[in-house]
């Protein structure tokens, strides 16, 4: 009997010992001599894991580059099947695996996100291995994905928020690559996507080295590594692209897009926001959350109360790549009510800016905390919370305790943050897309988005 509590004793000891370490941020190295962030999670229940891999991407910044190619390729490598699985059969067989591979691009990265139980990590790495290293260029495969994309491209050129919003990035980015990446312009690109413009792609940017990567989820730090390893050992080496220094262009302005067949009328502000590599981001999240909190909050008041109106608004933030970020507010109104609405939100962002009433600020805040430490619970979205913020040069370590640093923020931190670092309401840009070209009298109007250069 006592040789028997001695055993049980070790055995509930050594399992203490692995749970001391669940949810606790490392940065480890592969066998190979790979550094990689890694947060194991031993919680019954949890069966998943997520690896997670940004490729530093250079080609939204060079002018020569078709603009369309990394969607197109970033959706064929890993669906594109292999030399023996058809695409079909891949997605079949990750299916009946409860698996996922999701290749994605951002203007500066390229990021893979692999998600697999762990009963499965031998079959799935060994068949995204494959995808990444020798992707199946097949040109009906191809079409496919062009032609998707192309549908997309058309459906989202139909609304008049997005027409509006390539406004906004044309003016404050300017024409250039990065813009011809992120709005599309010349939707032709999509159909003169090549198979060597494809293999360019891949060849220059999914390497082995020059990545950062995160894993998670229920597994080892020996399985992590070795998995880490399998996946990127056959890849080609490859240089970290330069990025080169754009000057985005914030100076306030007032344009209108006139749309003759637009069904509605559209309002947008936008400004400058410091980049999420300086920290603050959390701040501005809870800042702009509470500006535009549904109910009771300022934008809502205003738009409710002293418009009469039934349409809503909100307020976040965005980025265009990694330096650029920008807070918007937007939402629809009333065409014969822009002009009125246009000088009444900018009032009220700025005396929310200057002098913000926290009234229900607690409650909010407690609300936001407590749903972001829930979404975080999550193996796929804790992968890439530790890889942003690796991304950012900042702590991973802060991925699982993200909702306990957003209770943390106080109501000085917020008042402090909106006064440096959010622009004055004069300092907006402005815009507007509307079926009146009169709606908003001393605005610059334009009838065609390439027009935005005329505006002073």
Known sequence: ????????????????????????????????????????????????????????????????????????????????????LAPQEVMELFNDKNSRGHLYTSASHAVGELSFPKEHIEDFVSIASEMLTTPQFDPAWIGRIKQGLLTNQNTNRSQTANQMWAVARLAVLGEGPLNNFLSLPDLTKIDTVSVDD????????????????????????????????????????????????????????????HLPNAEKTTLGFIGQLPPTSEGGDLVDLLALSFFGRQGNGPLFEAVRTDLRASYGFHAGYTNYDRAIRIMLVTGEVETAKLAQATDLIRETYETFRIAPDFTGFEALQKGM????????????????????????????????????????????EVKERLVSSFPPGDDLIVLAASPDASALPGACIITKIEQVATCP
Request: glycine share 6%.
């Open 369 to 412: 905390a407590e749903q972001t430490t829930k979404q975080v619970s999550y193996v796929n979205v804790a992968a890439r919370t530790m890889l942003e913020l690796a991304l950012d040069a900042r702590d991973p370590a802060d991925a699982p305790r993200v909702g306990d640093l957003l209770a943390n923020v106080t109501q000085q």
């Open 1 to 84: 009997m006592k040789y028997i509590l001695i055993v049980c004793a070790l055995i509930l000891s050594l399992v203490a010992c692995q749970k001391e370490g669940s949810r606790e941020v490392v940065l480890a190295e592969t066998p190979d001599g790979r550094p990689f962030h890694f947060m194991p999670i031993y919680e019954d229940g949890v069966t998943d894991i997520t690896i997670t891999i940004a490729w530093p991407m250079g080609w939204a910044y060079e002018r020569e580059n078709n603009p369309a190619v990394p969607y197109v390729a970033a959706e064929v490598i890993l669906s594109g099947g292999t030399s023996e």
């Open 198 to 257: 494809l293999r360019r792609w891949h060849t220059e940017t999914i390497v082995q080295n020059t990545v950062t990567i995160s894993v998670t989820g229920a597994i080892s730090l020996e399985d992590a590594g070795n998995a880490v390893d399998k996946l990127l050992a056959a890849l080609p080496k490859g240089q970290t692209p330069e990025t080169p220094d754009i000057r985005p262009d914030f100076s306030p302005k007032t344009i209108l897009l």
